[in-house]
């Protein structure tokens, strides 16, 4: 385990434990959540080793590496995706009509499936060997290990994604950098998270599934997102919710907090929070549409 002493967005030493919880998902270990006293920025510490973060995917149940339709969860996952590909397909299109697009943890490569077929140069980013050549074989796409990234030339995309990835990169300066370096002076990079201020985090506690712990190494909010980005000279353009999250993440919480899916109480309590968030900008998981600061002066 490595103990951060400062943090990854302010470098402060001022901690203080936020949160006691555990792997609920896997391995049902304990961790700690810490929060920055400066910034009020909140993230796993301990966690593990770079080396040791591996083990903790090793799961066929872990969906954002399934296309499987088995069982009603799933199914309806699917469906969920297949409609939410086409918002975000709309989403970046009406800010770049083509280009150049990397997607930093593209999985098993939907997502950029559809800008290929739409005429899109694309790039994609995978750790997970197996996954990369899944997208590969399946979509014929461009897709690179991790450290792929440093060998990419200067200021090479059009439009950048990371799709709830952030939070599991361990080094949050050095993707950070990366970021400034292959984003087009006037591009477009979209970073989703899943927001440790919204309704639902509060009704499920350490049960909340978005903290994920280890796998989510970070635990973001409007307020961290905008001052990390601040850090490197970016600014946020636009913030749009991700409406179907608050209840996935609620079904999950149910079966962490509950040991079974309650789906009537997480479609309740997904309800109440994106209610709760309207006008807000506060939804389980939001996306930060960005641009390089000086676009925007």
Same mark, same amino acid.
Request: with cysteine; aromatic share 14%.
């Given at each position: 385990?490595?103990?951060?002493?400062?943090?990854?967005?302010?470098?402060?030493?001022?901690?203080?434990?936020?949160?006691?919880?555990?792997?609920?998902?896997?391995?049902?270990?304990?961790?700690?959540?810490?929060?920055?006293?400066?910034?009020?920025?909140k993230f796993?510490?301990?966690?593990?080793?770079?080396?040791?973060?591996?083990?903790?995917?090793?799961?066929?149940?872990?969906?954002?590496?399934?296309?499987?339709?088995?069982?009603?969860?799933?199914?309806?996952?699917?469906?969920?995706?297949?409609?939410?590909?086409?918002?975000?397909?709309?989403?970046?299109?009406?800010?770049?009509?083509?280009?150049?697009?990397?997607?930093?943890?593209?999985?098993?490569g939907n997502?950029?499936?559809?800008?290929?077929?739409?005429?899109?140069e694309t790039?994609?980013?995978?750790?997970?060997?197996?996954?990369?050549? /899944?997208?590969?074989?399946?979509?014929?796409?461009?897709?690179?290990?991790?450290?792929?990234?440093?060998?990419?030339?200067?200021?090479?995309?059009?439009?950048?994604?990371?799709?709830?990835?952030?939070?599991?990169?361990?080094?949050?300066?050095?993707?950070?950098?990366?970021?400034?370096?292959?984003?087009?002076?006037?591009?477009?990079?979209?970073?989703?998270?899943?927001?440790?201020?919204?309704?639902?985090?509060?009704?499920?506690?350490?049960?909340?599934?978005? /903290?994920?712990?280890?796998?989510?190494?970070?635990?973001?909010?409007?307020?961290?997102?905008?001052?990390?980005?601040?850090?490197?000279?970016?600014?946020?353009?636009?913030?749009?919710?991700?409406?179907?999250?608050?209840?996935?993440?609620?079904?999950?919480?149910?079966?962490?907090?509950?040991?079974?899916?309650?789906?009537?109480?997480?479609?309740?309590?997904?309800?109440?929070?994106?209610?709760?968030?309207?006008?807000?900008?506060?939804?389980?998981?939001?996306?930060?549409?960005?641009?390089?600061?000086?676009?925007?002066?």
């Amino acid at each position: 385990m490595e103990n951060l002493q400062n943090c990854p967005v302010c470098g402060s030493n001022d901690l203080e434990i936020y949160m006691e919880t555990q792997d609920y998902f896997l391995t049902q270990e304990k961790f700690s959540i810490v929060e920055c006293k400066a910034c009020s920025f909140k993230f796993t510490n301990p966690r593990p080793l770079e080396n040791e973060l591996a083990k903790y995917y090793k799961s066929e149940a872990y969906i954002s590496h399934s296309d499987s339709s088995e069982g009603l969860f799933n199914k309806v996952y699917q469906k969920v995706r297949k409609y939410t590909l086409c918002k975000k397909y709309k989403l970046i299109t009406d800010f770049k009509a083509k280009g150049k697009i990397l997607d930093i943890g593209c999985a098993s490569g939907n997502f950029l499936s559809i800008f290929k077929e739409n005429g899109w140069e694309t790039v994609g980013v995978e750790p997970n060997e197996e996954i990369r050549e /899944y997208a590969k074989n399946k979509f014929g796409l461009s897709v690179y290990p991790e450290d792929y990234l440093k060998q990419m030339p200067e200021n090479e995309f059009d439009v950048i994604t990371m799709w709830h990835v952030l939070e599991h990169v361990f080094d949050l300066d050095a993707r950070m950098r990366d970021l400034k370096r292959l984003l087009k002076k006037d591009g477009i990079l979209i970073i989703a998270v899943p927001n440790a201020d919204c309704l639902d985090a509060q009704i499920y506690d350490k049960y909340w599934a978005a /903290y994920d712990v280890p796998r989510h190494l970070y635990h973001f909010t409007q307020k961290s997102i905008e001052t990390l980005l601040a850090n490197y000279d970016f600014k946020i353009k636009e913030i749009k919710p991700m409406i179907f999250d608050a209840y996935y993440v609620s079904l999950l919480s149910e079966k962490y907090r509950n040991k079974k899916m309650n789906w009537i109480h997480a479609i309740s309590n997904g309800f109440k929070s994106n209610l709760n968030s309207l006008g807000k900008n506060n939804q389980s998981s939001l996306i930060f549409v960005v641009q390089n600061s000086e676009k925007l002066k």
